[in-house]
């Protein structure tokens, strides 16, 4: 396929940034979204260019590094996928693609399409684990989970933090990602000693970060190369209201 890519280059931080037009041809369907830009990338080094600056590790949907905005939909046309499985055969020959980063308050660029994710690490701090001793793994029936709660935690646990939602969000909200880190513990016995301090702790952390407020519009569920449910959000709303009835703040112990 011969393609024509338009692209958001950006040097650093400070820069203003633009969109910068690429051919590539000879792209085979069979190829990944990222090693057409690989291919992209080999020649622009032949040619003297700054290659264009991505994110990328496992390339099997699983790290949750690659995140790009393609043709306006966070990580491509192909829902339930991330931009590293995403396969040139979701395009058509002589199309052209418009390709940028992660486009949120809270995700500022490094460069082109390189987004600092930190605020993420700070919502995990602030409360995404547990401290409480829970000693060596029991014995696998000693603590009986209801087959709803472990099929909903699992479910939050499959969250890779690639900022799908965030970036799909009219809000830059992160909330998706939120409940889902709180979701995996709170429906566990082992999530139970911490829960109401942790939901504050980590909803704060997300406003503090930059996030914007979550309005149920529902563009992270479609988003997400995982498919997080939106009632998680639900899950996270209770969790905060029965917190504050509580009294709970996010000093451990409280």
Same mark, same amino acid.
């Given at each position: @396929?011969?393609?024509?890519?338009?692209?958001?280059?950006? /040097?650093? !931080?400070?820069?203003?940034?633009?969109?910068?037009?690429?051919?590539?041809?000879?792209?085979?369907?069979?190829? +990944?979204?990222?090693? @057409?830009?690989?291919?992209?990338?080999?020649?622009?080094? =032949?040619?003297?260019?700054?290659?264009?600056?991505?994110?990328?590790?496992?390339?099997?949907?699983?790290?949750? @590094?690659?995140? =790009?905005?393609?043709?306006?939909?966070?990580?491509? !046309?192909?829902?339930?996928?991330?931009?590293?499985?995403?396969? @040139?055969?979701? *395009?058509?020959?002589?199309?052209?693609?418009?390709?940028? !980063?992660?486009?949120? +308050?809270?995700? #500022?660029?490094?460069?082109?399409?390189?987004?600092?994710?930190?605020? *993420? %690490?700070?919502?995990?701090?602030?409360?995404?684990?547990?401290?409480? !001793?829970?000693?060596?793994?029991?014995?696998?029936?000693?603590?009986?989970?209801? /087959?709803?709660?472990?099929?909903?935690? *699992?479910?939050?646990?499959?969250?890779?933090?690639?900022?799908?939602?965030?970036?799909?969000?009219?809000?830059?909200?992160?909330?998706? *990602?939120?409940?889902? /880190?709180?979701?995996?513990?709170?429906? =566990?016995?082992?999530?139970?000693?911490?829960?109401?301090?942790?939901?504050?702790?980590?909803? %704060?952390?997300?406003?503090?970060?930059?996030?914007?407020?979550?309005? &149920?519009?529902?563009?992270?569920? #479609?988003?997400?190369?995982?498919?997080?449910? =939106?009632?998680?959000?639900?899950?996270? &709303?209770?969790?905060?209201?029965?917190?504050?009835?509580?009294?709970?703040?996010?000093?451990?112990?409280?």
């Amino acid at each position: @396929m011969n393609l024509t890519l338009r692209i958001w280059r950006q /040097k650093g !931080p400070e820069d203003k940034g633009r969109m910068v037009t690429y051919p590539v041809d000879d792209v085979s369907p069979d190829m +990944s979204f990222l090693e @057409m830009l690989d291919v992209l990338n080999e020649r622009l080094i =032949l040619a003297g260019e700054d290659p264009v600056a991505f994110d990328h590790d496992c390339r099997e949907g699983i790290c949750g @590094m690659c995140g =790009l905005m393609i043709n306006g939909d966070a990580h491509g !046309p192909q829902r339930g996928t991330t931009a590293c499985q995403l396969h @040139m055969r979701q *395009f058509t020959d002589g199309e052209t693609i418009d390709i940028e !980063p992660w486009r949120a +308050s809270a995700f #500022p660029v490094v460069k082109d399409l390189v987004v600092n994710r930190s605020a *993420f %690490d700070k919502i995990i701090a602030a409360g995404g684990y547990v401290t409480a !001793p829970t000693g060596s793994a029991p014995e696998a029936h000693s603590t009986p989970v209801a /087959k709803a709660n472990a099929d909903a935690a *699992f479910e939050s646990a499959a969250c890779i933090g690639c900022g799908a939602c965030v970036a799909a969000c009219p809000n830059g909200s992160g909330m998706l *990602f939120t409940a889902a /880190k709180l979701t995996q513990l709170s429906l =566990l016995p082992q999530g139970q000693p911490e829960r109401y301090t942790r939901v504050i702790g980590m909803v %704060d952390a997300h406003d503090e970060a930059g996030f914007g407020g979550c309005t &149920n519009a529902g563009e992270c569920t #479609p988003a997400c190369p995982k498919g997080i449910p =939106l009632n998680t959000i639900g899950r996270l &709303n209770r969790d905060y209201l029965a917190a504050t009835a509580k009294g709970a703040n996010n000093t451990p112990g409280s």
